[in-house]
């Protein structure tokens, strides 16, 4: 079953503009992570917050985390498009559940 | 370069013709895992693995065998191909204890 729900499923912006995306997920987690996909091929980890933590930045992107909404967002500042992707939300552990992702474009 | 590899990167075949899909890391991770990703449904896990010869199913085991005989290897085996697997597969791995996975570059099975 999948853990996360990424909202939402597509997103289209100009560069410099900022990027928001939401997680909401369904069972208590001890982190959550987000990663990005470039088209087709493997995902690669972006940030991970632990349960304990609201906020958490990495250079261009802040991820927010809400346990009492079970959400989760990612805001990518001053996008580029580069950053055009896909966006998924994940729990950590040994079963891992990821959500459908966000769909990002970013256009010139 | 610290990588996880998998072949083949595009396979074609038929119904019922059995077929290994290779994955390798060469970080001397512990964990393994294998994912498929279909539109719409996005990545659901197939089986993972804590360490040598010790695998789980994760959401959709159906129609896969995995083994972990070596720690760099972790092979996935469709035994009898049908159409619905037709998928993206990835795999991927991690050290025990950190949280960042590193994943293979896929591997788009068309199963006809």
């Known amino acids: 079953s999948q853990q996360g729900e990424e909202d939402p499923q597509a997103l289209s912006i100009q560069e410099g503009e900022n990027a928001t995306m939401n997680c909401s997920y369904k069972?208590?987690?001890?982190?959550l992570q987000w990663y990005r996909q470039n088209s087709g091929r493997g995902l690669v980890h972006l940030i991970l917050i632990r349960s304990n933590e609201r906020e958490k930045h990495s250079g261009r992107l802040r991820v927010t985390l809400d346990t009492s909404k079970k959400s989760s967002s990612l805001l990518i500042t001053a996008s580029r498009a580069a950053d055009t992707a896909s966006y998924f939300c994940?729990?950590?552990?040994?079963?891992?559940?990821f959500g459908k992702g966000t769909s990002l474009l970013v256009t010139p | 370069e610290a990588q996880v590899t998998q072949n083949p990167r595009y396979l074609i075949t038929v119904t019922g013709k059995k077929l290994t899909v290779t994955c390798s890391q060469n970080m001397n991770h512990e964990y393994m895992s294998w994912y498929r990703q279909d539109p719409g449904l996005g990545l659901r896990q197939i089986y993972y693995?804590?360490?040598?010869?010790?695998?789980d199913k994760g959401d959709v085991p159906e129609g896969y065998k995995v083994s972990r005989k070596e720690k760099r290897n972790f092979p996935l085996i469709l035994e009898s191909p049908s159409p619905n697997q037709t998928s993206l597969y990835f795999c991927?791995?991690?050290?025990?204890?950190?949280?960042?996975?590193?994943f293979g570059p896929g591997t788009r099975l068309t199963v006809t």
């Open positions: 994940s729990n950590s552990g040994y079963a891992l559940n």
């Open positions: 991927a791995s991690r050290r025990v204890g950190v949280n960042e996975q590193y």
């Open positions: 069972t208590s987690i001890n982190n």
């Open positions: 693995s804590m360490n040598v010869e010790v695998t």
